[in-house]
């Protein structure tokens, strides 16, 4: 079984994450909630999925490190930032487990990919580096996949990302 992620010091706050072998093999877990997998050797992990921090009301425009993986074809994939685009009344209802995000790229020829690709400074949302939101990608996920909170965007850059995903779904 894999090692426990704990503590102040610890970028997932007071939350528990129990990874298996598997996480710091490959970073990312081998199966789904709480099933079985395989890793190097034919070895046998259990996996117990992670729960979203207790109290955490989650908002549209906030930006969250996630764990995109499991993913395929040319999805983004891995651990990167995510804008939340669901609605409020979604977002913090206990019940609801989902949400809905726009993927962040920092490759530069995602840029090219026309309405549906918008430009985010570096520090927009606390954004490490210059980026792209790649509204044509948005995507649902377990809320668990949304490790930690970057920042929020303002308004105007909100905007923005509406009209990528207006592109993007076609709409008025």
Known sequence: MGATATGAGSSLGDRELRRPTCWYLYGY????????GRVAGGKICEIKAAKPESGTQMRRGEVYWAQLVPRSGSEQRGRRPVIVVSHDGFNQTPAWRSIIVV????????AQRGP???GLAAGAGG????SIA???QVTTLDKAKL???IGILDSQLLNLIDNGLKAALQLP
């Open 116 to 118: 549906t690709a918008v």
């Open 134 to 136: 790649i509204c044509h």
């Open 147 to 149: 490790v930690q909170r």
């Open 127 to 130: 954004l490490p580096k210059q």
């Open 29 to 36: 877990r081998c199966g789904v909630g709480g099933s079985r």
């Open 103 to 110: 993927p962040i790229s920092t490759a530069a020829v995602q």
